[in-house]
């Protein structure tokens, strides 16, 4: 395995609240490496967004903190690392993609200019034409039609999907080597997003960064990633590569999330969510915090009472799972069908 | 920096894209429409900013621009006063004391009980007092400016801190401690007039800064600037204060107004600008003594009533252009 650009270790965030002590992130690990996609899938409020904000020092603190973990980066521990020379790292060599365009922007700055900026912010004595050229070229780069035009128009002039277009040129301004993208397309409507996920993905291949792809669109995961974590409730619960998420998943959350998608090849009446709530983050349920949801469980109680650990699963390569009876599901798909014993398994 | 070949070709379209019916055309824009369509049958576009939209809307407020003449006349003669004015505020012409206005050796509005000429009192009077309402509502802007970003950006004990300073000046009973002000300070020198106004002003501004502020605090742009490095103050420059520039233009145009009629209730009282320094509170202050002669009370009177009323038409029509929540323009 080549060397990891970014590696997690035994990241803690946690929020100090009214209520008790909020425990958005519980404790994961992983590596990002060079040049891949990387997606994390989870129900909202399960930690995706968290544990990718934390390491660049974007959640506020107080309420935020952050009692253990490691986020090498390029040699650097960015959790340990002084704001100021934090700051010189994000925009340049980690820049990140936000959800919605519409308020992203800045209403009163020009667009070329909002994109100068982020490399005046920190190349600050590049030369303006110099600036403007790069503006153009990267706004050429993810498709947006007349450049010099567009250059000097204001966001309320923008599209959705031209602005996302825009935010996307933004953050490659530096050319970062990992590029965060917080569910990017859940903002636009469904066709836009396909443009703009494709605008993400040649992108990505042309400037070769490493890239976080945050989002609970399993499509989105199958079409783009190389790698899928799945979180629940602020801890990993599954990862692994895309195909082996997809054809032999070993927990039953990942089980749940994709019985949940309609499908086209059945004649479906109604969806089939996962029953239940996401757990509250202050009072997990003990054991495994999927458990008071979990189809497998049937009340077992090594699943009211220990953690499941994160252990190597059977699907390939860097395939984990945190369930205790991950072998059961070898073979089965989906909650609602029996195990397949001839196939599926491996 | 870091170059990455920027590539001038738009994107190939991957192959494995979901099936769409008619294929997309590369770089994938759906056919020109809108402003693209507009460009590319070879029209000008010209860009139009919320600026380029608040001064069309301005322009067409019929009382913003009565205001905007009349004060351009009004302040205009103020500026002018050397041109405008047919003497200066302190010559004096023995002849004719205690005239009423007439055109006679030019004294159109008369002249006081010593012989100067009332017109050229007037104008400069107007000058002195245009001078003091400005740089106040100039100065307190700044002020107000500075503690509101700082308070409402930072928050915490610093906004705490100074929010307090700001309440106690508040409350603190602003006529007798001008009047304490300027007599312990000495009246008489307009610059320590329009300090000591100055001093009181600011917090207006201060708390509508920070209450904008702490809303710009939360927008995603603001979180999207600081995901791209930009420090503190760049954000605070770039991002956040031309955002609060509407209520500030707004408040500080009214500003001029309230402290020209402060300047002038404060000189009534004697403890503003001291004669023979003309300013229009003097004015109307010197005019006590001669009840009889009307003119000398009139004239700076309606000119403070007149420069207030169109500080206060031009502020209305700025804030209604300003607004951004409101796209319809007055007929």
């Excluded at chain 2, 309440?167 to 602003?174: Q, R, S």
């Excluded at chain 2, 209730?265 to 403890?271: D, I, K, N, T, V």
């Amino acid at each position: 395995m080549p060397e990891p650009l970014l590696s997690i270790k035994d990241l803690v965030v946690e929020f100090g609240t009214e209520d008790g002590v909020v425990h958005a992130v519980d404790g994961i690990s992983y590596d990002v490496l060079p040049g891949e996609i990387l997606g994390i899938v989870g129900e909202s409020g399960s930690g995706k967004s968290v544990s990718t904000m934390s390491i660049l020092g974007l959640i506020p603190q107080p309420p935020g903190r952050i009692p253990s973990g490691v986020a090498m980066f390029k040699g650097q521990d960015l959790l340990k690392m002084k704001k100021r020379q934090l700051r010189s790292f994000r925009g340049d060599e980690v820049a990140m993609v936000f959800q919605d365009p519409m308020t992203s922007l800045n209403p009163v700055l020009k667009i070329g200019n909002q994109l100068g900026e982020m490399i005046k912010t920190h190349y600050p004595k590049v030369r303006d034409e110099t600036v403007k050229a790069r503006v153009i070229d990267l706004m050429k780069m993810v498709g947006i039609p007349n450049p010099e035009t567009r250059y000097d128009q204001y966001p309320h002039e923008f599209s959705g999907g031209m602005r996302q277009r825009a935010m996307i040129a933004m953050s490659i301004a530096n050319a970062p080597s990992l590029l965060i993208a917080d569910e990017p397309t859940t903002a636009l409507d469904v066709t836009i997003q396909a443009q703009v996920l494709e605008v993400l993905k040649n992108v990505q291949a042309e400037t070769q960064a490493a890239t976080i792809l945050i989002t609970h669109d399993l499509g989105i995961v199958a079409e783009l990633c190389d790698r899928v974590i799945v979180m629940y409730a602020g801890k990993i619960v599954e990862h692994g590569d895309v195909h082996t998420i997809f054809q032999n998943p070993r927990h039953p959350y990942t089980i749940g999330l994709m019985d949940s998608l309609p499908k086209l090849t059945e004649d479906e009446e109604w969806l089939r969510p996962i029953p239940g709530q996401p757990p509250s983050l202050i009072n997990r349920p003990a054991g495994c915090a999927f458990h008071p949801r979990c189809f497998l469980s049937q009340g077992r109680l090594e699943c009211r009472e220990e953690v499941p650990p994160l252990r190597p699963a059977d699907g390939g390569p860097g395939h984990a799972t945190a369930c205790h009876f991950a072998e059961e599901l070898i073979g089965r798909h989906s909650k609602f069908t029996e195990p397949v014993t001839a196939g599926g398994a491996s | 920096m870091t170059e990455i070949e920027p590539s001038a070709k738009p994107i190939q379209l991957n192959e494995n894209v979901a099936p769409v019916e008619q294929p997309i055309q590369p770089g994938m824009m759906p056919a020109p429409y809108g402003i693209d369509a507009t460009v590319a049958a070879g029209l000008e576009i010209r860009s139009r900013s919320q600026w380029d939209y608040a001064r069309r809307r301005f322009f067409r407020h019929r009382l913003a621009m009565v205001g905007l003449i009349g004060l351009v006349i009004v302040f205009g003669a103020g500026i002018f006063a050397n041109f405008v004015a047919p003497y200066s505020f302190s010559e004096i012409d023995l002849n004719n004391i205690l005239a009423p206005p007439t055109t006679h050796a030019h004294h159109f509005f008369g002249t006081d009980s010593i012989g100067r000429d009332y017109f050229s009192r007037v104008i400069w009077g107007i000058r002195t007092s245009m001078e003091v309402g400005i740089i106040v509502a100039l100065a307190s802007s700044v002020v107000g400016l500075i503690v509101g970003t700082i308070s409402g950006y930072y928050g915490g004990w610093i906004d705490n801190l100074l929010m307090r300073i700001t309440d106690l000046v508040l409350t603190l009973p602003a006529l007798a401690i001008l009047l304490t002000a300027a007599a312990l300070l000495g009246a008489g020198n307009q610059w320590r007039t329009t300090f000591i106004l100055a001093a009181f002003f600011w917090t207006g501004i201060a708390r509508i800064v920070r209450g904008i502020f702490l809303s710009l605090r939360e927008k995603e742009y603001v979180e999207a600037a600081k995901a791209s490095g930009a420090g503190d103050l760049r954000i605070m420059f770039r991002h956040m204060i031309p955002n609060t520039m509407g209520p500030i233009i707004v408040n500080g145009t009214l500003a001029v107004g309230v402290a020209i009629v402060t300047e002038a209730a404060l000189s009534f009282l004697g403890f503003g600008i001291k004669p023979p320094t003309p300013s229009l509170g003097v004015l109307v202050s010197e005019a006590q003594t001669n009840p009889q002669q009307w003119w000398l009370t009139i004239f700076p009177g309606l000119t403070i009533v007149l420069i207030v009323l169109f500080v206060n038409f031009v502020g209305d029509g700025l804030r209604d252009a300003l607004d951004p929540q409101q796209r319809r323009v007055r007929a």
